[in-house]
């Protein structure tokens, strides 16, 4: 019973966390927080935002989360939102913000092209697709944060 008890006092503070970071803005799924952050900002201010949250920018790990993303983004065309991806460090070598490696693509059509210096990654919501385009160039952007 005291086992029951703890469990259940351990879900109950999970949830009032949860709710507590929806209260500020966050959106919870599948045991992550998503902040959408609709300031103009490039690549890498983006990222210290998001970091000064206690998140990242987001990792995007399969198409149930980049399709809830995209309900929530919007569907209007130019959109365009920075996430997590980049090749910064070796050109043609896409890795997360947490280090991991490329596994689930959503290349739009002829991406990533790499014209000039395009290393990192803007996600088209309307089209649930991916750009890479320079990093200095302003976008909004989504963080994301574990709930655990």
């Not at 045991?31 to 998140?55: M, P």
Request: proline fraction near 1%; charge should be negative.
């Amino acid at each position: 019973m005291d086992l029951l008890q703890k469990e259940k006092n351990r879900v109950q503070q999970k949830l009032n966390d949860i709710r507590a970071q929806n209260e500020m803005g966050w959106l919870y799924f599948r045991s992550s927080l998503y902040y959408i952050a609709l300031a103009n900002k490039n690549w890498y201010d983006s990222r210290r935002y998001c970091r000064q949250k206690g998140a990242d920018l987001l990792i995007i790990n399969s198409r149930l989360e980049q399709d809830f993303l995209s309900s929530f983004l919007g569907t209007n065309e130019g959109n365009m939102f920075w996430i997590g991806l980049t090749d910064s460090d070796q050109e043609g070598s896409w890795k997360w913000v947490d280090g991991s490696a490329l596994t689930t693509k959503y290349w739009h059509s002829g991406e990533p092209s790499n014209t000039g210096d395009e290393d990192c990654v803007e996600f088209y919501p309307d089209k649930k697709m991916w750009n890479d385009l320079r990093c200095s160039l302003k976008r909004w952007f989504v963080c994301e944060k574990s709930a655990d």
